[in-house]
């Protein structure tokens, strides 16, 4: 632990997702306050994370930790690798209490239940006077969502993202109606990338972090992934974050929209903006993102179905989906609605597996921390929803390889709207595709050792015989959803050897599903 000095009234504990220099905690120093940031195992270890997440964060905090400091702010920060580190958060500001005999602690909100409710568990047997703050973050308080939809049995993202627009000023014209005559521009965000517009350049910086890799490695930390310490691109702090922003501005989000849905093998990015890993540890506040955006548009720089659709993830998606997990948390990881069971595939920690999308998305994933969210929706979650892999390990898969994967934002997205495993509380159906969706918005069948178009034999796409298989296994309960009716109309109308050859065909296909 480094920083030691004379007593302090306050500890004020900032944890490694909220890396906001623009708190009001920060407006100016006092002696007599005492930043504790700390990394510990208690963090590193509830699920196995991706090694660059990892470094991500312990770097994003030691830079913050300096810019306290520079900022005539008093810091406490116990690294990984210190011998008093009792790995521990609880442990720790217990010790550094005693420490400094300081006789109030505050904290921000925590945004993941875990957290939360073992810090307010812990402070209420404290003798001490312990204070939770706001993070002054989200433009939504955590059940501000549940309070909006009241006793409505049916929650719509939809319905709250006007809301929102309307309550913000954003995208409104001057009679109140949306911009374009229009809430969602959707349907036109749909288009397969061809080649044409080129790639935006990736100018976000590149740090070595070579160093600290190695003492986290010799800290004992397990992780998986590529750590890429010699070349890290991830934006640390705010200053990096605000220049990544302005590149988006200027020379992606024209082409957000049109792509927003396309996937292209071996390139991740596309015209995406990879801000969430800013956006989500704080260093930038959603507002920003969305005043920008609609300046965009308003200055004629972007087309509106782009700003929308970008806009529409930040203040409608990402606070809708915070309201849904404070609303079902606890218990909502554990959800399993269709009773899937099978572990994941071997693969999923390797990339090695024959169908080329899969192995483009996951292997992106390990080498990068990152999938753009139809790589990580419509292609590794639609095959985990289709072949039954258990929510949970599906779930933890996905909280530990994202680095942008923090708990509040990805379990409702992962088991709510990628695997259907509450029943169709977030999502009005589940989420799947044959082979055909896939091929349309991307290249990824143009060179796969599997033909798109065959549902039966050795060649045959997984995806397509395991779609009808996941219909039939689930028919008693999805057949009355009428976003489903087509569907189930095609499968009722096959004949029934037709119908045993392709669930016979997906039967092969889970049977050896750690080999294809």
Not at 231 to 244: D, G, H, K, S, T
Not at 397 to 406: E, H, K, N, R
Request: net charge neutral.
């Amino acid at each position: 632990m480094t920083s030691r000095g004379a007593g302090a009234h306050t500890l004020r504990l900032i944890l490694g997702d909220q890396l906001n220099p623009l708190h009001c905690w920060f407006a100016q120093p006092d002696p007599d306050v005492v930043y504790v940031l700390m990394e510990v195992r208690q963090e590193t270890d509830y699920v196995l994370h991706h090694a660059q997440k990892i470094l991500a964060i312990f770097a994003a905090m030691r830079d913050f930790a300096r810019h306290l400091r520079e900022s005539g702010h008093r810091v406490r920060y116990v690294a990984i690798d210190n011998p008093s580190n009792r790995q521990d958060v609880t442990q720790n500001l217990a010790a550094l209490m005693a420490h400094y005999g300081a006789a109030e602690l505050a904290y921000q909100q925590p945004d993941e239940w875990r957290v939360s409710e073992g810090l307010r568990a812990w402070g209420a047997l404290q003798t001490f006077s312990v204070q939770e703050v706001d993070s002054e973050h989200f433009y939504t308080s955590r059940d501000e969502v549940a309070r909006f939809f009241g006793p409505r049995k049916k929650w719509l993202m939809e319905t709250f993202y006007r809301h929102m627009r309307q309550r913000h000023g954003v995208l409104m014209d001057a009679s109140g109606a949306p911009a374009g005559g229009r809430w969602n521009f959707d349907h036109d965000n749909r288009k397969p990338w061809p080649g044409e517009p080129p790639l935006p350049p990736d100018a976000r910086p590149a740090h070595d972090h070579r160093a600290l890799w190695e003492t986290v490695r010799q800290a004992g930390v397990q992780s998986f992934g590529n750590p890429q310490a010699d070349q890290f691109r991830w934006p640390l702090n705010r200053a990096q974050a605000l220049a990544w922003l302005d590149h988006f501005i200027q020379h992606t989000l024209p082409n957000f929209g049109a792509y927003e849905d396309a996937m292209s093998a071996g390139n991740p990015r596309l015209f995406h903006s990879q801000l969430s890993f800013a956006l989500n540890t704080k260093m930038l506040h959603p507002d920003e993102l969305v005043r920008r955006a609609q300046a965009a548009y308003e200055t004629g720089h972007a087309p509106l179905a782009a700003v929308e659709g970008f806009i529409r993830q930040i203040l409608g998606w990402r606070e809708y989906v915070r309201g849904v997990y404070w609303a079902h948390m606890p218990g909502y990881e554990t959800r399993n609605a269709l009773g899937h069971k099978r572990p994941l595939p071997a693969w999923f920690w390797t990339g090695q597996t024959a169908m080329r999308c899969m192995r483009d998305a996951i292997g992106n994933s390990l080498e990068n921390a990152y999938a753009h969210h139809i790589q990580r929706l419509m292609v590794i979650g639609n095959f985990a929803l289709l072949a039954g892999l258990d929510p949970a390990a599906v779930h933890r898969w996905y909280l530990g390889v994202y680095i942008d994967a923090f708990e509040w934002v990805e379990l409702p997205n992962t088991v709510g709207m990628s695997q259907f495993a509450d029943g169709g509380m977030l999502g009005t159906k589940p989420y799947v595709s044959s082979a055909s969706y896939i091929d349309r918005m991307s290249d990824y069948c143009r060179a796969c050792p599997y033909d798109r178009k065959q549902k039966t034999g050795d060649r045959a796409c997984p995806f397509n015989a395991l779609y009808w298989d996941f219909f039939a296994r689930h028919q008693s309960r999805l057949e009355d959803n009428a976003r489903l009716a087509l569907v189930y109309q095609r499968w009722n109308g096959l004949p029934e050897d037709a119908r045993t050859t392709l669930r016979d065909q997906a039967a092969l296909t889970l049977d050896r599903l750690d080999r294809l």
